[in-house]
């Protein structure tokens, strides 16, 4: 088994049906489900806008939206380990898919870690199953790393509390049905659940931006929405150091996964390119230059898989040092992306630069990957700050 091939396909078929359904359980089924579904018509989806509805019913089928919840809510019980490898076969096909299933993790995860038992109850099913889709409200347009910046504000009124304020750059807002929102308080930050339909949420999508185009982004307004007390998440003050943190994490292992994918998807559509382009009479693959770009490749993607799957192992164990194990592969899993990402592009030429091949997308996609869940220059910030710490007795 090679890289490039890293494992077999496993598919069942829907009895008393002709549809066939994929259920995604490892890494091998999801590359099955991803070659299938997804990468035939990734950069269609980056020229819509959009992924398709089929296509979120299809993830749905396949039991990818939150796999990591207990069977008896919604999901399969997955590992974390399991879960970065799915995510990273799906950053291979499609970043923008990719970041539906970060956002919505994170959503699904907090309300499963930090809600009662009667705000599990109401939405784990429906998040596990992928009948309800969760969005992630942290980034305002003044106020994007820098959560201190934060101006939404949720005032406690009769029992319950009233939002205001918006929430931009939100990944899968214009699908939505779910928004975990995170607002001021009178003691510091709350994390709030708000239904899509709930009077005063408006919802303005965003489109044309640089990366990741299809994952439907929307700035969101908040005016006056009225909620009852079951909508806060955790209790009051707890927010910004526990559930903020751990919500963040999540969504930075995800991202790491799927940058991964990204130098994957380089790797593979370069050794593919340089195998067949001929340049005066020998074939690319054959040239030293061109040799020494995919094989940092090879090493750039196996270092990243081992980092991410160190984190994921810390977070199985339910150890700390998964915070940093996930800055640092985040780090270095989104730099070797757009590294590779503008290599894979040389090795094309000017096809490189043309909608006919996929890294050119993959490109503009990577460098996404250094501006979300953390900056890179915040992650090295808080990279050398734990040095320091470990340095010092």
């Given at each position: 088994?090679?890289?490039?091939?890293?494992?077999?396909?496993?598919?069942?078929?829907?009895?008393?049906?002709?549809?066939?359904?994929?259920?995604?359980?490892?890494?091998?089924?999801?590359?099955?489900?991803?070659?299938?579904?997804?990468?035939?018509?990734?950069?269609?989806?980056?020229?819509?806008?959009?992924?398709?509805?089929?296509?979120?019913?299809?993830?749905?089928?396949?039991?990818?939206?939150?796999?990591?919840?207990?069977?008896?809510?919604?999901?399969?019980?997955?590992?974390?380990?399991?879960?970065?490898?799915?995510?990273?076969?799906?950053?291979?096909?499609?970043?923008?898919?990719?970041?539906?299933l970060t956002v919505h993790t994170m959503v699904s995860w907090t309300v499963?870690?930090?809600?009662?038992?009667?705000?599990?109850?109401?939405?784990?099913?429906?998040?596990?199953?992928?009948?309800?889709?969760?969005?992630?409200?942290?980034?305002?347009?003044?106020?994007?790393?820098?959560?201190?910046?934060?101006?939404?504000?949720?005032?406690?009124?009769?029992?319950?509390?009233?939002?205001?304020?918006?929430?931009?750059?939100?990944?899968?807002?214009?699908?939505?049905?779910?928004?975990?929102?995170?607002?001021?308080?009178?003691?510091?930050?709350?994390?709030?659940?708000?239904?899509?339909?709930?009077?005063?949420?408006?919802?303005?999508?965003?489109?044309?931006?640089?990366?990741?185009?299809?994952?439907?982004?929307?700035?969101?307004?908040?005016?006056?929405?009225?909620?009852?007390?079951?909508?806060?998440?955790?209790?009051?003050?707890?927010?910004?150091?526990?559930?903020?943190?751990?919500?963040?994490?999540?969504?930075?292992?995800?991202?790491?996964?799927?940058?991964?994918?990204?130098?994957?998807?380089?790797?593979?559509?370069?050794?593919?390119?340089?195998?067949?382009?001929?340049?005066?009479?020998?074939?690319?693959?054959?040239?030293?230059?061109?040799?020494?770009?995919?094989?940092?490749?090879?090493?750039?993607?196996?270092?990243?898989?081992?980092?991410?799957?160190?984190?994921?192992?810390?977070?199985?164990?339910?150890?700390?040092?998964?915070?940093?194990?996930?800055?640092?592969?985040?780090?270095?899993?989104?730099?070797?992306?757009?590294?590779?990402?503008?290599?894979?592009?040389?090795?094309?030429?000017?096809?490189?630069?043309?909608?006919?091949?996929?890294?050119?997308?993959?490109?503009?996609?990577?460098?996404?990957?250094?501006?979300?869940?953390?900056?890179?220059?915040?992650q090295r910030i808080t990279i050398a700050g734990q040095a320091e710490r470990?340095?010092?007795p």
């Amino acid at each position: 088994m090679t890289l490039t091939d890293p494992a077999p396909p496993t598919r069942t078929a829907d009895r008393g049906t002709d549809r066939v359904t994929d259920q995604v359980t490892d890494r091998g089924s999801a590359r099955a489900f991803v070659d299938t579904h997804v990468v035939p018509y990734a950069d269609a989806y980056d020229r819509a806008g959009r992924v398709p509805e089929d296509l979120l019913v299809r993830v749905a089928e396949a039991g990818l939206w939150a796999p990591f919840l207990p069977p008896g809510s919604g999901g399969a019980g997955m590992d974390m380990v399991t879960l970065g490898e799915v995510h990273e076969e799906v950053g291979r096909g499609c970043s923008s898919l990719r970041s539906l299933l970060t956002v919505h993790t994170m959503v699904s995860w907090t309300v499963q870690r930090w809600g009662t038992p009667a705000q599990r109850e109401r939405w784990t099913p429906v998040l596990g199953s992928g009948q309800v889709l969760g969005a992630f409200c942290l980034s305002e347009p003044g106020a994007g790393s820098d959560t201190s910046g934060i101006t939404t504000t949720a005032v406690e009124s009769g029992g319950g509390w009233v939002l205001n304020g918006v929430k931009t750059w939100t990944t899968g807002g214009q699908r939505a049905d779910l928004f975990l929102v995170f607002a001021r308080t009178a003691a510091s930050i709350g994390a709030f659940l708000v239904p899509r339909d709930a009077p005063g949420v408006r919802v303005r999508p965003i489109d044309d931006m640089l990366g990741t185009r299809a994952s439907m982004l929307a700035q969101i307004s908040f005016d006056d929405v009225v909620l009852g007390p079951d909508a806060l998440l955790g209790p009051s003050g707890f927010t910004a150091g526990m559930v903020l943190t751990g919500t963040l994490d999540l969504g930075r292992y995800s991202v790491a996964a799927g940058s991964l994918g990204i130098l994957q998807a380089c790797l593979e559509a370069s050794s593919a390119y340089a195998a067949h382009r001929r340049v005066g009479g020998s074939a690319l693959r054959e040239l030293p230059l061109i040799q020494a770009k995919l094989s940092d490749m090879v090493t750039d993607a196996r270092a990243a898989r081992l980092l991410v799957a160190e984190a994921g192992r810390l977070k199985d164990a339910g150890e700390s040092a998964t915070l940093m194990a996930t800055w640092v592969a985040k780090y270095f899993a989104s730099t070797a992306a757009v590294r590779h990402a503008a290599e894979a592009v040389q090795i094309h030429g000017a096809n490189g630069c043309s909608p006919d091949y996929p890294v050119a997308r993959l490109y503009r996609d990577a460098k996404v990957m250094e501006i979300i869940e953390g900056s890179n220059e915040i992650q090295r910030i808080t990279i050398a700050g734990q040095a320091e710490r470990e340095r010092t007795p």
